[in-house]
């Protein structure tokens, strides 16, 4: 059976669901691989490249001509729509805003698996795209505040005097967030972190870091499901941004990553928390495109926001596609989690090969199910195209 | 006496010769300081904060009525010539390239020092604004190339497998080389770096990078007085360059540091090794300014080098004001480098207290003496103004 390995067709996307490396291991399951031209290009992959790990380069790549479609960002409605009644797709497929595309999905039959949906269990792990491209998120964070900073991160001792090191607060302590702390770290800065879940605290530590306890009342449990932060209700989040003013305007680098999937990101940092930084300090904002944690960050730009006094600005940064700026690396990541998937669909036992047979008894396929035999799988998106 | 510190009028510019910390430090000495309206802005100092330091914030700075004007970047030459007879400058001069700002300071009868020509002898070490401002440029150009490169830094391991870690070549172990190693180092690539001084091989080790060995014939000595590398000549640079070849095709990041005072930069690396590194790697080039270390950088560019194969692109970043992109810290060393300069003017003898009066007999004072009662004393630029 034939994957397909298309282009990203979403302007500033550069990742790539496919490298010679990931190709060779799906090339060795007995799959056959068409990759489009220029697939790999911006992720430092060549055609030649490709074709030498056994992939058949096409100029442009049919969606009806493939079993299985793999992919980065989720499809467009249209592609979704011309694709096999039967044929499989893997990849992120953000199901919460990308309702036309679901529909499409159901409509043409497709078996749609999405790669936000994968349990986080341990043998999982390895097709968790979430996890990989968060990593590479948070890494990136610190350069982008750090290359915008008028200061040093590090401690300098030099003949000229002291350079005390850079003072950074990250707030949210998931994959992105801890590697944020590790990375501002391993530059020299002192980092401080806070997350509403306080078994986070060990975590931060762990990556260097000192948690920042605030005292606001831990009678609920924040600790939601699946690892990944709830919801606090708006008097507890009026009440934590008023814990948190002070460490923010002490903070010289402000990183936000706190996220909560398929809703819009909680605000945690005010225009007047921001304005009460030193001039010339730094905030990114990691949630910007879902809606952001900071107050007044846009998506991509960087936006000044006077200080009080008005004695200078401190900069906001709207991160956005962060993964996609470091597209070798995140591709890698990436293209290996989308070929452990497939592996997962073709069934290992003697005498099969290069048959994708998705297993519906298994846990980790059934749960990245968001489409099938032209039904919505996953309930929450179930119920939000039932409510349209 | 008075001191003026004037707003940096080159565009770009964003470093001020002096902060509130050194405003309070002349003070100290008896000194009264003016500062004009806006020049700390940009490095993060508000008029008020000089104010309460003790300075006199004036709207604009009249050169005629200050004793000592301290700077960041060469004066002008009309500025140079509005300046009183006897009147002193402190600052960055650049005598190699600003032969008319030498000449107006002479003809205007001003006692000029030039922060490159201070010695570098240990007493003066507090007051070597090249060796701090290459810190800083050091540090900034490491940031520069990781922003850019395609790939982290750091080795991971995964659960989607390892990320090997971006291997960084350094060319030059000066202080901006060191520096640049160190802060390589930092963020976890494995870094190597050359110079031509055998004599740096331990300095590189020490900031945790591998000394690669060339086997160009060292029998010329090479280090020149004051810890400058000298120019190599044209046949030992071209065999410099072919046994650089393999390793410069094998970095994902390289920096060039190497700079020759008041010289053109030697060319170390040419577009075909350029062109035979992998596609997204990056090239920094810290001497774009004074002729390039790389064949093609342009300076305050990026430029695109197809690679041989056509498989991808270099970036040849041609560095430009380092510096001053961090203007806070940049500030923070080059203002306490002036304010131990102007300190070693002012007589601390009892009775003695807020006169300039420049001791010549000081071995610092006077290397670092460029013009002085009419006439040019740094020996090689009076033969360069001769020459005209």
New interface residues.
């Given amino acids: 059976m034939r994957v397909g390995i298309a282009r990203e067709r979403l302007l500033g996307e550069?990742r790539v669901a496919a490298t010679p490396e990931t190709v060779r291991q799906l090339v060795g399951q007995g799959l056959d691989v068409s990759v489009e031209s220029g697939a790999g290009?911006?992720?430092?992959h060549?055609d030649?490249?490709y074709a030498e790990a056994g992939a058949e380069v096409v100029p442009a790549l049919d969606p009806a001509g493939v079993d299985l479609l793999a992919h980065v960002r989720p499809l467009h409605p249209a592609t979704a729509a011309a694709l096999r009644p039967g044929a499989v797709t893997v990849g992120l497929a953000s199901p919460s805003t990308e309702l036309p595309t679901v529909r499409a999905l159901a409509d043409a039959g497709v078996t749609a698996f999405a790669l936000e949906l994968v349990p986080r269990i341990s043998r999982a792990?390895?097709?968790?795209a979430l996890?990989?491209q968060a990593?590479?998120t948070g890494?990136r964070c610190v350069?982008?505040a750090?290359?915008r900073?008028?200061?040093?991160f590090?401690l300098?001792m030099?003949?000229?005097?002291t350079?005390p090191p850079a003072k950074v607060l990250v707030l949210g302590a998931g994959v992105a967030g801890l590697q944020a702390i590790g990375?501002a770290k391993?530059?020299?800065a002192r980092v401080s972190a806070n997350d509403i879940r306080p078994a986070s605290a060990d975590e931060v530590a762990s990556m260097g870091g000192t948690f920042v306890h605030l005292d606001v009342d831990s009678a609920e449990a924040t600790q939601a499901a699946g690892g990944y932060a709830r919801e606090l209700s708006a008097d507890r989040g009026a009440l934590q941004r008023q814990l948190l003013a002070p460490h923010v305007a002490e903070a010289d680098v402000l990183i936000t990553t706190a996220a909560v999937p398929g809703r819009r990101a909680p605000l945690l940092v005010t225009r007047d928390m921001v304005a009460a930084m030193?001039?010339?300090s730094v905030v990114v904002d990691m949630a910007a495109e879902s809606g952001g944690n900071v107050e007044g960050s846009v998506p991509g730009e960087d936006v000044a926001v006077q200080v009080a006094?008005g004695?200078?600005e401190v900069t906001v940064v709207g991160l956005k596609d962060a993964a996609s700026?470091?597209?070798?690396?995140a591709s890698?990541?990436?293209a290996?989690?989308v070929a452990?998937f497939i592996e997962l669909l073709v069934p290992q036992g003697p005498g099969d090969g290069g048959e994708i047979r998705p297993d519906f008894d298994d846990e980790v396929v059934a749960g990245a199910c968001l489409t099938h035999a032209g039904e919505v799988r996953h309930e929450p998106t179930a119920e939000a195209l039932a409510a349209l």
């Fill in positions: 550069r290009a911006a992720a430092g060549s030649a490249a792990q390895s097709m968790d996890t990989s990593l590479v890494y350069l982008e750090a290359i900073l008028p200061r040093f590090p300098y030099t003949a000229a005097g350079v990375t391993r530059l020299g030193r001039p010339g006094g004695a200078g700026a470091m597209p070798a690396d890698r990541l990436y290996k989690n452990n």
